[in-house]
């Protein structure tokens, strides 16, 4: 009995230490992510802006950048904002119909005629009228600052940086999708409109990269930015941000040899990408592989054999068998962001340099939390990086391919979509089949017959 007990006592003993890990891990987050109890107070300032502004020491700064229109933009915005303030809603004017009181402090009553004060004389309210509106940059900025606090839309000022070495000052509030500010680089850059240009975020400290997804909200997960972060964001060309759509054989049928890979066109690509893609149901590539995992708080790489499936990460436990019921969960992607690495050879002792990192967006700075795993080679760091992205995403992934090439080519977008239009009228039966077809199975057996000569040598035929 006394040794029962004690072992419950130890198990106990157990749990308590590691409830105690985890509540001190949420503590040292926690810590990074707010500023210091001793800051000075003379940094309140500083502390404020920071919420406001991205690539700057503050704010003020920030706007100094900000070229004159986006300025006047920006403070059109803010007044329209203070008016629709101001003014009372539908809901609220039918509530002063009906004789309801609205709750203290929302909307202030109109005075009586006899407790206003008395009217001024033209000039005067002229002048007062001239005074109010801000005539200098310097006036605009100072009103912003104000205005930007009072905002219920939360916006930033951020800056980009470019791969020449330029930057340009943007402003960006909670609204905007990055597809959206990408739109607004492609007008001041004068540049091209290629799917391949991305906005990318760099942490140096972790020594990491990631593309934005154009669906993405951008003032988010700039929002998990630590106080005071080195943290950059570049606009920069990136020819493997949509490589799944552009070559779906190479994620989809990368079992076979890279020779017969090559020789599929285009119209079996666009098979491909409506089979995965077009359906009710998403198939994420069946990829399985030895890739090396680093262990928590070591510069020590073990391989392990993992499986991708679309609700995360699978291993292989040491003497267990690639069946399904074997298979361990390494961890799910919904909570999770996929980074690219510089050097990890060098900084980790890593067995290549191929590597990437999942973690919480929130997570900047080194954690336990953090999962790094190399691949062997630059193929297998393509393949497995961006199939979990399509896993991760799914159809999200698609459509903003499908709204980056219609930005980029639109009259050969419209092309396209009366292409496959027709195509589909000609051949109802593969229409039928493209829709349903949604078991492992049949799509191997697609992926058979699109690897065959005879199925390639019918859509290389002219008309």
């Not at 979990?388 to 159809?395: F, L, S």
């Amino acid at each position: 009995m006394m040794l029962l007990c004690e072992k419950e006592t130890e198990k106990m003993d157990n749990i308590d230490a590691m409830f105690s890990d985890l509540l001190g891990e949420i503590d040292n987050l926690s810590q990074s992510l707010m500023p210091p109890a001793d800051t000075p107070g003379g940094n309140n300032a500083l502390q404020t802006d920071r919420t406001f502004s991205i690539g700057f020491t503050d704010l003020n700064e920030s706007l100094k950048e900000l070229e004159d229109h986006d300025l006047d933009a920006l403070m059109a915005d803010l007044a329209s904002t203070t008016l629709e303030c101001n003014f009372p809603t539908d809901q609220q004017a039918d509530s002063y119909a009906n004789n309801e009181i609205p709750a203290s402090g929302m909307i202030q009553q109109p005075e009586t005629a006899a407790e206003l004060p008395p009217p001024s004389n033209s000039a005067e309210s002229s002048g007062g009228l001239q005074m109010s509106e801000p005539q200098t940059k310097g006036d605009k900025i100072k009103l912003a600052l104000e205005k930007l606090k009072e905002a219920k839309v939360r916006k930033l000022i951020v800056k980009v940086l470019m791969s020449d070495g330029s930057s340009k000052t943007l402003m960006v509030d909670e609204r905007q999708t990055v597809r959206e500010v990408l739109d607004t680089l492609f007008e001041k850059t004068h540049c091209d409109c290629s799917v391949d240009w991305s906005l990318c975020e760099t942490n140096p400290e972790l020594q990491i990269e990631r593309g934005f997804e154009d669906h993405e909200h951008l003032v988010e997960p700039l929002s998990a930015w630590t106080r005071l972060s080195e943290n950059n964001i570049y606009f920069a060309s990136r020819p493997q941000k949509y490589v799944m759509f552009k070559n779906p054989q190479v994620f989809y049928m990368w079992k076979k040899k890279k020779a017969c890979l090559s020789e599929i066109n285009e119209q079996a690509k666009q098979l491909l990408l409506q089979e995965h893609f077009g359906g009710s149901t998403l198939i994420v590539p069946d990829l399985e592989g030895t890739l090396y995992l680093k262990e928590d708080g070591k510069k020590v790489w073990k391989p392990r054999y993992f499986v991708l499936r679309a609700s995360g990460i699978y291993y292989v436990p040491k003497g267990k068998t690639k069946s399904s019921s074997d298979l361990v969960c390494f961890l799910h992607f919904d909570k999770v962001n996929i980074y690219n690495t510089k050097h990890f050879k060098l900084k980790y002792r890593a067995p290549t340099n191929f590597c990437f990192m999942l973690k919480h967006p929130c997570i900047q700075k080194e954690s336990d939390y953090i999962k790094f795993l190399c691949c062997e080679d630059e193929h297998t760091l393509l393949l497995w990086v961006n199939s979990i992205r399509i896993a991760k995403y799914g159809t999200a992934l698609y459509k903003n391919y499908q709204a980056a090439m219609e930005r980029a080519h639109p009259s050969a977008s419209h092309k396209d979509t009366t292409r496959r239009s027709a195509h589909n009228r000609l051949h109802p039966k593969l229409q039928r089949s493209k829709t349903t077809l949604t078991s492992p199975r049949l799509t191997s057996s697609l992926l058979h017959l699109l690897d065959t000569h005879k199925f390639k040598a019918s859509f290389s035929r002219p008309g």
